[in-house]
Nanobody, 119 residues
């Protein structure tokens, strides 16, 4: 089973920046997609940004131009640099990774990290 540990959430003022990190660990695994979702109170979880094997990236329209997803494959870590934060970005952010390990297909989630943007 692939484990994900996400971190970096904090309380920040509007216009500020944060960088989230997600570290994947496990045995003999390969990641097909890894990215970030978020869930605000009373709302459904939504995709924020994702990296697909080969380096293709995708972003939600609401964060394009403000958020950047990068990965360090040597460290099995993905980052989400969030700039020009808005109160609407307030949510719990979850890392998600999908791929193959020794047992087959996996779909793992981090525990979530709280991002709060004050106006």
């Amino acid at each position: 089973q692939v484990q994900l540990v996400d971190s970096g959430g904090d309380l920040v003022q509007a216009g500020g920046s944060l960088r989230l990190s997600c570290a994947a660990s496990g045995t003999s695994f390969s990641i097909s997609t890894i990215g970030w979702y978020r869930q605000a109170p009373g709302k459904q979880r939504e995709l924020v940004s994702i990296i697909i094997s080969g380096g293709y990236t995708n972003y939600a329209d609401s964060v394009k131009g403000r958020f950047t997803i990068t990965s360090d494959n040597a460290k099995n870590t993905v980052y989400l640099q969030m700039n020009s934060l808005k109160p609407g970005d307030t949510a719990v952010y979850y890392c998600n990774a999908r791929g193959l390990d020794r047992k087959g297909v996996f779909d793992s989630w981090g525990q979530g990290t709280q991002v709060t943007v004050s106006s």
